[in-house]
């Protein structure tokens, strides 16, 4: 059975839904692929995720599941995902705070933003995904770095 990187984030993404849908604090899976070729995933709930070893020639380098702040975020003392004006990654990649390197930055903190304006963007699988505000406000913080791999779920920012 062949698999690609997307087929992994499918199924974990799946699992994830699993275990947000129900009583399960944990799950734990090993997939296996054929010979010397399995994919080991264990979620926990709370933001704790850990990928189990394996000798697979392709891993992933963490699993896509439970939300988890940031590591700028993880030293505020709120969880920023459960404040109201939180706006999340809707997929594992790598957060860009400006549309090119050198650029200034689509926003800053104190910016009063538009519904629909661009925020910053998250590249996933050499593509360039624009994430755009939720809602009209004033970006209160950003909870991410310029070229920050993010998660599926995981904070960027507060829009008020």
Do not use: C, H, W
Not at 15 to 41: M, N
Not at 52 to 79: C, G, I, R, Y
Not at 121 to 148: C, Y
């Amino acid at each position: 059975m062949s698999r690609t990187p997307e087929d992994d984030i499918a199924f974990i993404r799946a699992l994830a839904d699993l275990l947000r849908a129900s009583d399960l604090s944990e799950i734990e899976v090993t997939r296996e692929y054929g010979e010397d070729d399995e994919l080991s995933v264990r979620l926990t709930r709370g933001g704790a995720v850990a990928p189990a070893a394996s000798p697979a020639p392709m891993m992933l380098a963490q699993a896509p599941a439970a939300p988890a702040p940031s590591p700028v975020a993880a030293a505020q003392t709120e969880d920023p995902a459960q404040l109201p004006g939180a706006v999340t990654s809707p997929m594992v990649g790598t957060a860009y705070l400006s549309p090119e390197p050198g650029a200034a930055g689509f926003v800053k903190v104190g910016d009063a933003v538009k519904e629909g304006q661009t925020l910053l963007i998250v590249e996933a699988m050499k593509t360039m995904n624009q994430i755009p505000s939720p809602r009209a406000g004033v970006v209160k913080r950003i909870l991410v770095e310029d070229k920050q791999p993010v998660e599926f779920g995981a904070p960027l920012m507060i829009v008020e």
